[in-house]
C-alpha cells in the first residue's frame, strides 16, 4: 500500500468507527478498474471526506458517493455538494452511513431519494469466540452446522472467484437477479487488502456446493457475495461455508459481521431477499437501517441525459438476462 493510501485509512479511521469498506482507499481502486474515475476530496474546513465514484455521459458528468461522505453530518454534506458544484457535476448521488432519520437532513439540503445502489438494510452479528457464538444460532441452523460438519463436508479458504462466479451464476437463475462476473470478483479479492472465498466442497465428489466471499476492514467481516449450487443440499454444504466465514473472523479478532443485506422491515411476501434474509436471521444479530441513496440534481439538462442512458443499459441488460 502507497503511504497516500495509508494516509487516507489512517484519516477516514479517524472519522469513523468502523469507517466504512466502500471509503477505502482500496475499494476506489477496485471501481477504478471497473470503470469509474475516482475522485478524493477531503475538506480542510469540516474534516469531511469521500472517495467519489464519477462517470461520464456525453458531456454530462455524475458523481456517486458509497457510503459517505465521512463522517456523516451536515457539514460534510455541504462540502461534498460545494465540491461536486465546483466539478460541475450533473448529479450527485450520496448513501451516508447514517440512521434512517438522517433524511430529515437530507430532505432539507434538497436532496431526493432514489432506488439504493448498496444494501440500505442489513444484519450485523458481534462476534464471540466459535465456541459460545455457535450456541446462539437458531436450532436449525446449529443442526445444519453440525450435520455438514459430521459428513465431511470441507471449507477451503481462498481466492476462487471462478468458482464463486458459477456459484452466484446458479443464484441467479434462480432468484431473476443480477450478480457480478468473475472479473469483478476477482478484482475484489486481489485489490482489497484482506478478500477472501470461503468455499465449502461435497467430501467425496469434490464438487463445489456453495461460497462466500468476505472482506475484511476495521474489525468488520463483510459478507459481500455468495452463491450456492442447490445441488447435495443434504450436505449442508452452505451453512458450513457461511459458518467458516464467520468463525473465521471471529478467530481473527474482527468484532462483528456485517451480512451486508436482508429485506426491509415488514417486506410483502415474494420480496426478492426473502429467503436469504430468513437464512441470514438464524445466524442472530441485530437488524440496521441506513439512511439509503439521495440525489441531488445540479444540471436538469445534464440529468436528463444522465437518466435516458441508465434506462437504455437497464433495458440492455434486460434482454441479455432473458437470452437462453
Known amino acids: 500500500m502507497s503511504r497516500e493510501a495509508e494516509r487516507w485509512d489512517h484519516d477516514l479511521d479517524e472519522r469513523a468507527t468502523p469507517a466504512p469498506l466502500l471509503q477505502t482507499w482500496a475499494w476506489g481502486e477496485v471501481q477504478a478498474r471497473a470503470g469509474w474515475t475516482v475522485e478524493r476530496m477531503q475538506s480542510s474546513t469540516t474534516g469531511a471526506m469521500a472517495s467519489v465514484l464519477v462517470r461520464k455521459v456525453g458531456p454530462a458528468r455524475e458523481a456517486y458517493v458509497p457510503r459517505g461522505p465521512v463522517p456523516a453530518t451536515p457539514e460534510a454534506i455541504d462540502s461534498v455538494v460545494d465540491w461536486a458544484r465546483k466539478s460541475k457535476m450533473a448529479r450527485l448521488v450520496i448513501e451516508p452511513e447514517a440512521p434512517e432519520d438522517f433524511g430529515e437532513v437530507l430532505t432539507e439540503k434538497h436532496f431526493k431519494r432514489v432506488a439504493p445502489t448498496q444494501p440500505q438494510h442489513t444484519r450485523i452479528l458481534k462476534l464471540l469466540p466459535p465456541d459460545q457464538l455457535l450456541p446462539t444460532f437458531r436450532h436449525g441452523r446449529r443442526y445444519n ?17 471462478d468458482v464463486l ?15 457480478p462476473d468473475r472479473g469483478y470478483y476477482n478484482l475484489l479479492l486481489y485489490l482489497l487488502p484482506w478478500c477472501h472465498t470461503y468455499t465449502a466442497y461435497a467430501p ?32 449442508m454444504g452452505n451453512d458450513l461455508a457461511w459458518w467458516s466465514a464467520i468463525s473465521s473472523a471471529a478467530e481473527a ?34 437488524e440496521v437501517a441506513y439512511v439509503g441513496s439521495w440525489e441531488l440534481v445540479l444540471s436538469a439538462a445534464g440529468a436528463k441525459l444522465i437518466a435516458a442512458e441508465r434506462k437504455t443499459r437497464a433495458y440492455i441488460r434486460g434482454l441479455k438476462r432473458n437470452i437462453p
Request: with cysteine.
Open 165 to 179: 462466479a458459477k456459484q452466484s451464476a446458479a443464484v441467479e437463475r434462480r432468484a431473476s437477479i443480477r450478480l
Open 204 to 235: 467425496e465428489t469434490r464438487q463445489p456446493l456453495a461460497s462466500v466471499l468476505v472482506a475484511r476492514h476495521g474489525g468488520r467481516a463483510y459478507s459481500l457475495f455468495a452463491g450456492r449450487s442447490g445441488r447435495q443440499s443434504e450436505l
Open 145 to 161: 452446522i453440525r450435520t455438514g460438519i459430521k459428513r465431511g463436508v470441507v471449507v477451503e479458504v481462498g481466492r476462487h472467484g
Open 253 to 286: 479478532g474482527c468484532i462483528d459481521f456485517d451480512f451486508w443485506g436482508i429485506p426491509p422491515p415488514h417486506a410483502r411476501p415474494g420480496h426478492p431477499l426473502e429467503g436469504i434474509g430468513l437464512f441470514k436471521s438464524e445466524f442472530g444479530g441485530e
